[in-house]
């Protein structure tokens, strides 16, 4: 069983168009963080949501925080070629001193030019 | 600087070879980990290394051995693999272990891309 749920699966759009990507569970997060991977290197954080409901931008990125932080979803406005790669949400598991991180089922975006 | 290097970038071994695979990082960070991924799908736990003890196994089969010499160097013993352990194995490191927070962030090396003929 998957604890974080993403969709789409995979994302084939042209530049410049809009596209958002959900992250959802049936478990609470007190956290969620949002990953890029692209082609051949590691992942990279892009950011980290705490609020239930929190709102957080990057450039033409825009990340939400559901009010129950149960999901998440990160919008892109005017999609560049530069934003293909592997879309990972990653949250929390785990009381106690040592927790890790689960990642989501991943969303692959391709930007065609 | 941000940076978590790895080695090799690319392996091909033999089922019965063994061999190695390094993590560095010079962050000053007390948690690294191991994780390993097949294509288009999302990194999977293997091992958590906190203040260089092993705090997570997530039931790694025993032919893979990680080892923490020190604090900011961290490798996987390679033995007797099988082909179906072919993947990308991603290493990184965070200041701490406690991502309940929200204050924490995984720094990930490129991966070396293992093949096993």
């Known amino acids: 069983t998957q604890l974080l749920e993403q969709s789409p699966q995979f994302l084939s759009i042209q530049e410049g168009e809009n596209l958002t990507v959900y992250c959802n569970s049936s478990s609470v997060f007190s956290s969620l963080q949002w990953y890029r991977q692209e082609p051949g290197e590691g992942p990279v954080l892009l950011v980290t949501?705490?609020?239930?409901?929190e709102v957080k931008k990057l450039k033409r990125l825009t990340f939400q925080f559901g009010d129950a932080r149960k999901d998440s979803s990160l919008h892109i406005t005017a999609a560049q070629p530069g934003d293909t790669g592997l879309y990972l949400c990653a949250g929390p598991l785990g009381g106690g001193a040592t927790n890790k991180l689960i990642f989501g089922t991943g969303t692959l975006l391709a930007v065609q030019p | 600087d941000t940076e978590v290097t790895q080695t090799p970038k690319h392996l091909v071994m033999g089922m019965t070879n063994k061999k190695s695979l390094k993590c560095e990082q010079h962050m000053g960070h007390r948690a690294m980990y191991w994780y390993k991924q097949k294509a288009k799908k999302p990194p999977e736990l293997m091992f958590v290394y906190s203040y260089e003890k092993l705090s997570i196994n997530e039931s790694v089969p025993s032919r893979f051995s990680p080892e923490c010499p020190n604090s900011s160097l961290l490798n996987l013993h390679l033995h007797a693999l099988q082909p179906e352990d072919s993947a990308l194995y991603l290493c990184?490191?965070?200041?701490?272990?406690?991502?309940?927070?929200?204050?924490?962030?995984?720094?990930f090396g490129p991966g070396t891309r293992l093949l096993v003929l």
């Open positions: 990184a490191s965070s200041q701490g272990v406690r991502f309940v927070t929200g204050r924490e962030t995984q720094y």
């Open positions: 949501v705490v609020t239930g409901g």
